[in-house]
């Protein structure tokens, strides 16, 4: 005889073949080809390289001043000055203070036509948060990407939030204690901020779900408004697939934030500002005292609010055009080459690979230099192995929550982004 049990779980299995698939299609979608999201996925990818390597050799030089000038094609400082700048003795404040006096006069820069995509953080923290769902799944813990970094990632070639996570990992303490501030001064960071272009790609309309990701994997390095940015940014990403309009993009993301965050009143404030002020350079002028200083000094030049306010700078002004919206972002200075990377990866998700302009997507033909993850990527990665893994991530994840594909049309149910609880940047220590 058959148990009841049994019997209960034939009719159920039974009612999940036959009508779950017809309630699947009844529910409110959105969708996309799959070679639209393909190439859209590319798009955000070959984005972020693009600002990250147009802008690398103004990183960390204006800190609380414009650049002076805009940067029209792919400049590099010339390569006589930059050995110049390397061989002066001293720490990295030192040769910073040093350069100074060269890489303000645009005569000691150059054109160039790059031969490869630069070893980036912004991209290969990436890398590996794409490594280790794969080997994992869509369940992989924080624990098990924090194990990951352990055992491939060059600790030499980390900084910041990272570096501390990274050191926190070896003193035994894990996620989500690893970028508490009990544990780290670097919660307030930009590293999630611009790492979290992953889990708005593979999240494509699902902000919700991008958010679960951030929750997850920002608490690794950083905690409240460090993780409330990649969060932020996320949900641009996610949005960018069906949105093209910067502005409803920069006020989309605040639905997926607490209101009472100081990340949330600082987009707020480029949002206000960018209403007043038809130029850039005059919202500037009010953004940085208010975000850019405390207490009568410079804040930190990897602090995630101010560095924020220049990403929703560059993607309000920009206007959608491509080179104006990366420029206006590396322009406002501090870490000047990650803010424009997060812009144009948005931008490059909202018209695709295919629609970037082609002076900047030269890139899409070269290879990634790659020094931090030897390991487990060849020393130069293709950018259609990246692509592709991408993609498969993405489908495993709009299927897992909802989705279904038909055809080559995947369908996307869609719901409105909704924030975490305020999670305070200092930490409370609770009275024993």
């Known amino acids: 005889m058959i148990k009841k049990n049994s019997i209960i779980y034939l009719i159920l299995l039974f009612l999940c073949i036959t009508i779950y698939p017809v ?24 984005g972020q390289a693009i600002g990250v390597l147009y802008a690398q050799w103004t990183e960390g030089r204006w800190q609380g001043e414009i650049v002076p000038f805009d940067l029209e094609d792919w400049y590099r400082i010339k390569p006589e000055i930059e050995q110049k700048i390397n061989e002066h003795p001293g720490d990295w404040q030192e040769k910073r203070k040093f350069a100074k006096q060269f890489v303000i006069d645009k005569q000691n820069w150059e054109i160039y036509k790059p031969e490869e995509m630069s070893d980036q953080d912004d991209l290969y923290v990436e890398f590996m948060f794409l490594h280790a769902i794969h080997k994992y799944g869509l369940d992989v813990t924080a624990r098990e990407i ?83 940015a990649g969060m932020a940014v996320a949900a641009m990403y996610c949005e960018a697939f069906f949105e093209k309009n910067p502005r409803v993009l920069a006020e989309y993301s605040l ?115 790659n020094i931090a993850i030897k390991e487990i990527f060849p020393q130069k990665i293709q950018w259609n192995d990246l692509i592709d893994k991408t993609v498969e991530v993405g489908k495993w994840n709009i299927l897992q929550n909802g989705g279904y594909i038909k055809g080559d049309i995947i369908n996307i149910p869609y719901k409105t982004p909704t924030s975490l609880p305020l999670e305070q940047t200092v930490w409370e220590e609770t009275k024993k």
């Open 255 to 369: 639905k997926a934030i607490p209101a009472e965050s100081g990340y949330a009143k600082m987009v707020q404030d480029v949002l206000d500002l960018h209403q007043r002020y038809p130029n850039w350079q005059d919202a500037w002028k009010k953004l940085e005292p208010k975000w850019g200083i405390k207490d009568g000094k410079l804040v930190s030049g990897v602090d995630v609010r101010i560095n924020g306010a220049y990403i929703y700078m560059g993607l309000l002004y920009g206007e959608g055009d491509f080179w104006k919206s990366m420029n206006i972002s590396m322009r406002c200075g501090r870490d000047s080459d990650c803010n424009p990377s997060s812009v144009v990866g948005i931008l490059g998700t909202v018209m695709g690979l295919q629609n970037i302009p082609v002076k900047w997507s030269i890139l899409k033909d070269l290879p990634i230099d």
């Open 146 to 228: 924090a194990e990951e970094w352990i055992s491939y990632i060059d600790p030499e070639r980390i900084w910041c939030a990272n570096k501390g996570a990274y050191d926190n990992f070896l003193r035994g303490i894990w996620p989500p204690l690893s970028g508490n501030p009990r544990y780290t001064p670097w919660g307030d960071a930009i590293d999630f901020q611009i790492e979290a272009d992953l889990f708005g790609l593979i999240s494509p309309g699902m902000p919700r779900i991008s958010n679960a990701w951030g929750d997850k994997v920002g608490h690794i390095m950083n905690y409240g408004d460090g993780v409330y």
């Open 23 to 46: 309630y699947s299609e009844q529910q409110p979608c959105r969708q996309l080809s799959l070679q639209e999201y393909t190439d859209k996925v590319a798009g955000g990818w070959l």
